[in-house]
């Protein structure tokens, strides 16, 4: 098993581009999330899916998009990349319920200039 | 106020010292609280989990609550180079969501 994957792992926008991370698992899970991580901010939740075909915001949404078209499948999408989205995104999936394990990818750093 | 509040450190500590590391909250209703490892550069990975108050030891790892203070501690005995990274704690309200502290970056010299 992969795990949680991403991809992809480093980019580098411009303001105002667009892009898609896209986050997968073959754990069978049916939450996923994905944080943002800030030096002094620890992780931060932008979006999260309870299942197929379901999506949430969480503490940071503004900015970000999110479909979760496929169970295995979680996208986050910038429409219009801001300097202050410049980070590292980390995307996690759960069994079910908060009290299991979230088990997180490798992340991606993203630059926004 | 940042509903989980962890000092970010640095901490540098010898081979072999007992490392502590502990966090404080502000909601009264966290019933899980976790403890996550990440390594510079990779994804975090659980590594303690407790349920309401009391202590929790996994090997050279023991992890405790106390829902009275709205504080949680880990600490590592006999601490190795390898446990050098920054440990996360976690809290849950068991609604899929978990509200993290900032990390503690850890240091063990050789």
């Not at chain 1, 503490?59 to 429409?79: A, I």
């Not at chain 2, 303690?48 to 106390?66: C, H, I, L, P, W």
């Not at chain 2, 609604?95 to 993290?100: P, Q």
Request: some cysteine.
């Amino acid at each position: 098993n992969a795990g949680v994957t991403q991809t992809p792992k480093f980019r580098v926008l411009k303001t105002g581009q667009s892009m898609t991370l896209l986050c997968a698992q073959d754990m069978n899970h049916e939450y996923m999330y994905w944080y943002r991580q800030d030096p002094g901010m620890g992780l931060r939740l932008i979006h999260y899916s309870v299942g197929e075909g379901t999506t949430a915001k969480g503490e940071v949404p503004d900015g970000y998009n999110v479909s979760r078209l496929k169970k295995q499948n979680f996208l986050l999408g910038l429409e219009s990349a801001a300097p202050s989205q410049t980070s590292v995104y980390f995307c996690a999936s759960t069994l079910g319920g908060s009290s299991d394990t979230q088990y997180f990818g490798p992340g991606t750093r993203l630059t926004v200039l | 106020q940042k509903e989980v509040e962890q000092d970010p450190g640095p901490l540098s500590v010898p081979e072999g010292a007992i490392v502590s590391l502990n966090c404080t909250y502000s909601n009264s209703a966290f019933q899980y609280f976790m403890w996550y490892r990440q390594y510079s550069r990779k994804g975090p990975e659980l590594l303690m989990y407790t349920y309401s108050s009391g202590n929790k030891e996994d090997g050279r790892f023991t992890a405790q609550v106390d829902k009275s203070s709205k504080y949680i501690s880990l600490f590592i005995r006999d601490s190795q180079p390898s446990d050098s990274a920054t440990y996360l704690c976690a809290m849950s309200l068991n609604d899929y969501k978990l509200s993290f502290g900032a990390g503690t970056t850890v240091t063990v010299r050789a």
